[in-house]
């Protein structure tokens, strides 16, 4: 999909509007109208975080046994022995598995010291987020394929 938006990343209003068809898209798979909210991004453009690259992810919220919290307005305020209490709730859990982020894209890359044409370093090329061809090539390092790097993958959203 993303594929067909192919300025998406550097032209704000193809951006706006691809963004406003995934909110659209999260609207419509999650039932609940408020959780929906809390998963559509508002301060950033698709493409501009990781896409969830998903089959059926959204609709797990609709499951009875799964509650999103959003920590932005229900922060933690301690971890006990039978759960997390949030400022509204106490949730009773098995199990705490963190997401605290991570860069499973570039991050391996950045930290091999990979040299291009004319001496050009791929962390200083990628300072302000990688740019490639296709998500296989980066102008400037002729013999760097990247098969799983950035900007692969995204055209399997929605």
Avoid at 68 to 93: F, H, Q, S, W
């Amino acid at each position: 999909m993303a594929g067909q938006l192919p300025r998406y990343y550097d032209h704000p209003k193809a951006n706006e509007l691809i963004t406003d068809f995934i909110a659209r898209k999260i609207r419509g798979r999650v039932n609940d109208p408020k959780t929906a909210a809390s998963l559509i991004p508002k301060d950033h453009g698709f493409g501009s975080r990781r896409v969830p690259m998903e089959a059926k992810y959204f609709e797990c919220y609709n499951k009875p046994n799964v509650k999103l919290v959003n920590l932005k307005y229900t922060p933690i305020e301690e971890i006990l022995a039978e759960g997390v209490k949030c400022r509204d709730a106490m949730y009773d859990l098995d199990i705490i598995i963190y997401a605290t982020g991570f860069d499973t894209v570039t991050s391996s890359l950045k930290r091999i010291d990979i040299t291009g044409k004319d001496g050009a370093k791929l962390t200083d090329k990628w300072a302000n987020g990688p740019r490639t061809l296709l998500g296989i090539q980066t102008a400037g390092f002729p013999k760097l394929f990247t098969l799983a790097g950035p900007h692969n993958g995204i055209r399997q959203y929605c």
